[in-house]
C-alpha cells in the first residue's frame, strides 16, 4: 500500500486532512528513549509502507514506527520546516496539585532563547503574560531519572535541545512551599514511590494496611512511618521481616535493626528485575536494637501435673547456657518438687531431635526460631537400673501406607525384661485415656519410619539394639487418630498445641 493512501486513510478515520498531516521517525536514543527525530521526505511519503519498514530497518529499527504531527488549529497548513527549525513538546507541572500534564507541542528556531517563548507558554498554560517560570527537559526515566534545568538565556541549541525533545515547565515557587516543588523533585516522587502492603506477622495471610512510601526511604524512614500509622510513640520497637512471594510467607530470619539501607532494598528479590510489595511487622516490648544483643527463646514447658504444655519466651544475655536458661524458668514455673531437674530437649518433625547439656552455650547451638522443650526428670528415672532404658516415644498415624508423626515425642523409662503390656498400663495412665479408646492405640517397635507392631507378650527393650541404629533412629510408636492435632509441619509462628503462653 503506497504511504500517501496510508495518510488518506487517516483523514477519513479521524478527520485530519492530508495537507495537516506530518509524520516523522520515530526512533530510539543512545538512552533507550524514543522520540521523533526527523519528519519524512516528500520522496519517503511516495514509498510503499513496505518500502519504508525497509528503511526502518536500516536504521536498526525492528519495526516501522511514525509521528504524526497535526497542524495547529490557528494554521492553515503544516510550517514550512527549514534546517533550524525544531520540534519540541511542552508538560504542564502544577506544585500545588502535583499534576504533570501535556500541553502541546512547537515547531520553534534553534537559534532562539527559550524565554523568547515564555509569553506563549504562559498562554497555553492559563498564567499571566509576565509569569516567572522555569523549565525542565525531561531525559529519560529509566532506569534513573535524568532531568535537568533548562537555562532560558541561551538558545536552544547550546542548551543541546533537538528536535523530539520534551521540556516540562511550571511557575518558580520556593522549596519549602510544596512537597515536591519542581518537576525534577516530582519526577523523583513518581520513580521511587511504592506502595507497600504491611501484614501483621502473626497474621501473614492477610494485609492489614497499606502506606505509599519511597523506594529511596532509609531503614529510619519506613519504620517511622509505619510507627505513626500505627499511633505508636517509639518506632525502634517495631521488627519488619521481608516476604518471600513464591512461598507467600514471610522470611525465616526477621530485619535486624538499620541492618538495610533503603526500602527497595527491603523488597527487593534474589532476581533484582523483581520487587515484592509486602513487608511483616511485630510490635515489640522492649526497642529492637536492645532485643538485638539478648536471646530470645520460645520454650515449652511440659508440667508433670497435670499434664499440660505451658508456652514461654525467655529472654536472656548472648553467650548464656541452658543452665541460665533453667534458672530463669525456674522463677515462672510451678514445679512438682522444689528440687526437681528439668531436661531441655528439641523436636524436630515431630520426633525428639537433640537433648541439650546444661553447660552447653544457647547461641552456639540452638536455633531461637525453634521452640525448645523443657520438662521434670520423673523421679522413678533416677532409680533406673543399669539395664533399664530410657527411650524416644512419638505418635503416629498410616496415611498411603506411609507413617506421619504428629503431637509431642516424649521420653519414656522402660525396665529390663518388661513386657507390652505393663508398658501399656502407664502409658494410658500418662495420658490418662479412656478404656475404650485406649483399646485402637497400636504399639511399635520404629526404626527409619518403618513400624513393626508389638504383641502384649513381647519384650521391648529386646528390639531396642545398641550400635545398630543412630540414637533418634530407633523409638516406641504410638499409633492412634485421636490426639487433638495431626499437624506434621510447623512454622516459627505456630506451636502444636499452644494451651498457655507467657511473656
Partial sequence: MPFNQVKEEFSKEFGIPVHSQRFWWWSKRQNNTYRPTRPLTQQEESYTVGQLKDAAIRMNSSELRLYLEVVQENHLTLASRTKDDILLFFKLYDPEKEELRYVGNLLLKASSKPSDIVPKLNEIAGFQHDEDIELYEEIKFEPNIMCEPVDCDVSFSLNQIADGDILCYQKRCSLDQHRHPNVSSFFEYVHNRQVVHFRLLEKPKQDDFSLELSKRSTYDDVVEKVAQHLGMDDPSKLRL??????????????????????????????????MSDILY??????PLPELQGLITLRVAFHQATPNEVLFHIIRLPKGSTYSDLIDDLKSKVQLSRSDAELRLFQVNNNKIWKVYLPTEKIDAVHDPNVPLHVEEIPEVEKSAGPRDR?????????DNQHIQYYGVPFFFLIREGEALSDIKVRIQKKFEVPDEQFLKWKFAYVAYNRPDYLQDSDIVLSRFQKNIYGPWEQSLGLEHS?????????????FEKPVKIYN
Avoid: G, W
Fill in 241 to 274: 521481616t521481608q516476604h518471600i512471594p513464591h512461598l507467600q510467607q514471610p522470611k525465616h530470619q526477621y530485619i535486624k535493626y538499620r541492618s538495610i539501607d533503603h526500602l527497595s532494598d527491603m523488597l527487593l528479590l534474589r532476581n533484582p528485575n523483581q
Fill in 281 to 286: 511487622y511485630e510490635i515489640l516490648d522492649i
Fill in 390 to 398: 530410657l527411650v524416644h516415644v512419638v505418635h503416629f498415624f498410616k
Fill in 482 to 494: 485421636d490426639m487433638p492435632t495431626k499437624r506434621a509441619n510447623q512454622n516459627r509462628h505456630s
